[in-house]
């Protein structure tokens, strides 16, 4: 049996308030969905348990810590072999804070926050060039984030 379908209404509606705000007390998830507290906390706990809800965290703002610069890049391995190689070398950049595997024309698409575009251009030759089965790259500068969300919980 699916997870999805171990998922009702009031789960979904649940889903939806934490997925707002992670922070929000279970008290107010309650009164929000006419359930006791209890009933929330165990729903929760249900959900942490099949996988649904998989943490919660504190969002950063990079700006604020003095990370401008945002760019996304495809990147194109020699041999597909290599995969798992350079996968291990990417997690060890701090900088990479997303790495996805993908189909088309990238093997890899990982999204680098640094300080400025010198940064970037240091992580670019001084470390991504130097990766054995990094063909080469594309790099995408991004100049502003529109919107960032959870998806919607159907």
Request: charged share 25%; glycine share 6%.
């Amino acid at each position: 049996m699916s997870t999805h379908s171990l998922i009702d209404e009031l789960d979904k509606k649940i889903l939806s308030l934490v997925a707002k705000n992670a922070r929000i007390p279970y008290l107010e998830v309650a009164r929000e969905c006419n359930v006791s507290g209890a009933a929330i906390h165990q729903r929760i706990q249900r959900l942490i348990k099949l996988g649904v809800i998989t943490g919660s965290e504190f969002i950063i703002n990079p700006k604020s810590i003095g990370l401008s610069t945002c760019a996304y890049m495809g990147i194109y391995l020699t041999k597909a072999g290599l995969y798992n190689d350079v996968l291990k070398q990417l997690e060890q950049i701090p900088e990479i804070v997303e790495c996805h595997y993908t189909t088309g024309e990238y093997s890899l698409f990982i999204k680098v926050v640094t300080r400025d575009n010198e940064h970037l251009k240091d992580i670019l030759s001084g470390k991504l060039q130097k990766i054995e089965g990094i063909e080469r790259t594309e790099t995408f500068i991004s100049l502003e984030e529109n919107f960032k969300r959870q998806f919607h919980v159907v």
